[in-house]
T-cell receptor, first 114, second 115 residues
Framework: KQEVTQIPAALSVPEGENLVLNCSFTDSAIYNLQWFRQDPGKGLTSLLLIQSSQREQTSGRLNASLDKSSGRSTLYIAASQPGDSATYLCAVASSGGGADGLTFGKGTHLIIQP | DAGVIQSPRHEVTEMGQEVTLRCKPISGHDYLFWYRQTMMRGLELLIYFNNNVPIDDSGMPEDRFSAKMPNASFSTLKIQPSEPRDSAVYFC?????????????FGDGTRLSIL
């Protein structure tokens, strides 16, 4: 059964810093990995999707990498802003005979201090 | 373009009552997913449909939970009878799947409180 772990669970940094959020998964048989953002009381917004054949994806100040063999992904946020404060969730779509749904980590709660 | 639409946004009801959550997926999407989010367990997949057919309901916690998708534009998740431990945020998501290379799009969720 796929398990997804995110470290750290919470992070508070001053505005302007570059930061890295970590995600690990136990089964490397995946279709893709997605990073989501969730604001309080809101749904999930997809930030980046990395196919299993890809190494990284970039969108603006966000860069996500994937090392499938080691079961790891990182989300890099450059020049952080207070508006980046949210919970960031990593989710994996497994290809190993399981459900087509996503397996989620419990998220990293990020606070960017002005 | 309209995203995934869920209703109601909030539901407060008493233990033992029937609860029905509704979802309208993005037009053209052929996969629909129901997830539940709690503080203790995070986001968990309950059930998903492909072309209106339930494919995997192994995440449905108990027989009190049931889901239907009568057509491509509507799905319901029903809890009968409801219990306080069912309190959570329930999300619906949809995708147009091509060998797993499409993102899932989520609704804003239904915050359910069972008293």
């Amino acid at each position: 059964k796929q398990e997804v772990t995110q470290i750290p669970a919470a992070l508070s940094v001053p505005e302007g810093e570059n930061l890295v959020l970590n995600c690990s998964f136990t089964d490397s048989a995946i279709y893709n990995l997605q990073w989501f953002r969730q604001d309080p009381g809101k749904g999930l917004t997809s930030l980046l999707l990395i196919q299993s054949s890809q190494r990284e994806q970039t969108s603006g100040r966000l860069n996500a990498s994937l090392d499938k063999s080691s079961g790891r992904s990182t989300l890099y946020i450059a020049a952080s802003q207070p508006g980046d404060s949210a919970t960031y969730l990593c989710a994996v779509a497994s290809s190993g005979g399981g459900a087509d749904g996503l397996t989620f980590g419990k998220g990293t709660h990020l606070i960017i201090q002005p | 373009d309209a995203g995934v639409i869920q209703s109601p946004r909030h539901e407060v009801t008493e233990m033992g009552q029937e609860v029905t959550l509704r979802c309208k997926p993005i037009s053209g999407h052929d996969y629909l997913f129901w997830y539940r989010q709690t503080m203790m367990r995070g986001l968990e997949l309950l059930i998903y449909f492909n072309n209106n057919v339930p494919i995997d309901d192994s995440g449905m916690p108990e027989d009190r939970f049931s889901a239907k998708m009568p057509n491509a534009s509507f799905s319901t998740l029903k809890i009968q009878p409801s219990e306080p431990r069912d309190s959570a945020v329930y999300f619906c998501a949809s995708s147009f799947r091509r060998v797993g290379n499409q993102p899932q799009h989520f609704g804003d969720g239904t915050r359910l409180s069972i008293l």
